[in-house]
C-alpha cells in the first residue's frame, strides 16, 4: 500500500477537505497514475450530498482523469512509465458476463466497479476516485489521450463525453438527422459538439438566456429557450433524437412531443426524483423514451481517437481543488461554461 492524498466528503452536509488514504500497490496488470487533471462532473456533486441515496463515505469524488504513467505492473504491456494515461467512470468489472463480453462493461450483470463509490473488486472496501494524487488500474481499463489534445480539456471526455457519445452512435445520430440536446452543462456541450460533429443538425433547448450565443458557437443550428412555449411546439413531431443531459427535476413531456415516429428521447441526466411522463406524449407517433449510461471501454477510446482525429475537447475552467464548493455551488446555478476541471498540481501533497 502507498499512502495518497486528495479530497473527500465525510458526509452528506459537509464541505469537501482535505483527507489522506492509502491506494494497492500496483499488481502485475495494474498502472499506477500520477493525476494532473480531473473533471468535475455533476454526478460528483449528486455523489458527495447523498442525492441518490447509495453513497459510501469517505467520499472522494472524480471519474474524468488524466495523469501520466508513474509505474507499471510486470506484465503490463499497453502502457509505459511517462505516457499520458485517462481514466473515466469504471476501473473494472467482472469481464465475463454476455454485457461485459459484448464491450459494454458499463452493463455488468454483476456491476462495473466505479471508479468512486464502488466495490473494490481487488482491495475490498470501496474505491476511491480522482479527486485524489495517484489512481492504480488495471491496464484493460486503462485509456489513451491522443497527444494531440490539451490534457485538461480533454478530462471531461472521461464521462460528459462517453456519455452522450454513446446514445449518438447507438442511435445513430448522423447526416440526414435532427437531433435535440436539453441542457447546455457539461454534457450537454459534449452533446451538440458530438452530434454536429456526426453530420446531424442540432437544435439545442436551453433554459439560459445566456448560453444562447454559445449554443450556436459550439454547433447548435437552432437555439430554444425552453420557457418559450411557442418556441418549443415549434418543433412539434420535427426532431430525430434528442440527448436530455438536464440534472434537476423538468417537463421531459414538453420534449417527448417533439418527436418523429418511431423516435426516442435518451435519458442521460439523472434527476434524484422520478420525471413522469404522460403516456399522450408517448403513444403518438410510437415515442421512445430510453436511458444510457457512459459507455464501454472499446467505445470510450473509439471517442477519445474521434476527438484526436477532429480536434475536439471540452470547453472548461480551471480551478485549483481548494475553489470545488463554490465549483459546486455555481454548478448548481447552471453557470458552467462548460465543464470545471481541476488543476491537480493544487493538490496539497500531506494533506
Ligand atoms: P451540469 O453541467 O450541471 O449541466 C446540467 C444542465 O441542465 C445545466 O447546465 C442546465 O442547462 C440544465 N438545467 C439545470 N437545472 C435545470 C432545471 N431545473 N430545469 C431545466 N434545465 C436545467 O451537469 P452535467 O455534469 O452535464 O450532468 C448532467 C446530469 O447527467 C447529472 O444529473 C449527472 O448526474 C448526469 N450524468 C449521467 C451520466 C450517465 O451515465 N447517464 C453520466 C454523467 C452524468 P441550461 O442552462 O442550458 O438549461
Ligand atoms: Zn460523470
Ligand atoms: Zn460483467
Request: hydrophobic letters at 40%; proline letters at 5%.
Amino acid at each position: 500500500m502507498f499512502v495518497c492524498t486528495g479530497y473527500a466528503a465525510q458526509d452528506a452536509t459537509t464541505p469537501l477537505a482535505p483527507f489522506t488514504f492509502e491506494r494497492r500497490d500496483p499488481g502485475p496488470l495494474d498502472v499506477v497514475i500520477e493525476i494532473t487533471h480531473c473533471g468535475v462532473c455533476h454526478s460528483d456533486l449528486h455523489a458527495v450530498r447523498n442525492e441518490w441515496g447509495n453513497t459510501l463515505y469517505p467520499c472522494v469524488p472524480g471519474h474524468e482523469i488524466v495523469g501520466k504513467v508513474t509505474a507499471v505492473g510486470a506484465q503490463v504491456t499497453r502502457f509505459r512509465v511517462g505516457d499520458t494515461a485517462a481514466v473515466g467512470c469504471l476501473v473494472d468489472s467482472c469481464r465475463t458476463c454476455e454485457n461485459c463480453r459484448d464491450g459494454l462493461e458499463q452493463y455488468c450483470a454483476r456491476g462495473g466497479t466505479g471508479t468512486y463509490n464502488g466495490k473494490d473488486r481487488v482491495s475490498g472496501g470501496h474505491t476511491f476516485g480522482g479527486y485524489s494524487s495517484h489512481i492504480v488500474v488495471t491496464q484493460d481499463f486503462v485509456l489513451r489521450v491522443p497527444d494531440s489534445l490539451d490534457p485538461a480539456a480533454a478530462a471531461p471526455l472521461l464521462c460528459a463525453g462517453i456519455t452522450t457519445w454513446s446514445p449518438l452512435r447507438h442511435w445513430k445520430a448522423g447526416p440526414g438527422k435532427t437531433v435535440g440536446v436539453v441542457g447546455l452543462g457539461g454534457l450537454g456541450h459534449m452533446a451538440v459538439k458530438f452530434a454536429r460533429a456526426l453530420g446531424a443538425k442540432v437544435v439545442l433547448f436551453t433554459t439560459s438566456p445566456s448560453k444562447v450565443e454559445d449554443g450556436a458557437r459550439l454547433g447548435a443550428e437552432e437555439v430554444v429557450l425552453s420557457a418559450d412555449a411557442k418556441a418549443v411546439a415549434a418543433w412539434r413531431s420535427k426532431l430525430d433524437l434528442i440527448i436530455d443531459a438536464v440534472a434537476a427535476p423538468h417537463d421531459v413531456n414538453m420534449y417527448l412531443n417533439l418527436l418523429k415516429r418511431d423516435c426516442t428521447l435518451v435519458q442521460v441526466g439523472a434527476p434524484d426524483r422520478p420525471l413522469p411522463v404522460n403516456v399522450f406524449s408517448l403513444l403518438p407517433n410510437r415515442r421512445s423514451f430510453a436511458g444510457s449510461i457512459i459507455g464501454g471501454i472499446a467505445e470510450t477510446q473509439e471517442m477519445l481517437d474521434f476527438c484526436g482525429a477532429n480536434n475536439i475537447v471540452a470547453d472548461i475552467e480551471l480551478i485549483p481543488i481548494q475553489d470545488i464548493e463554490k465549483a459546486y455551488e455555481r454548478m448548481l446555478k447552471s453557470d458552467v461554461k462548460y465543464r470545471f476541471v481541476i488543476d491537480m498540481t493544487s493538490l496539497p501533497r500531506a494533506a
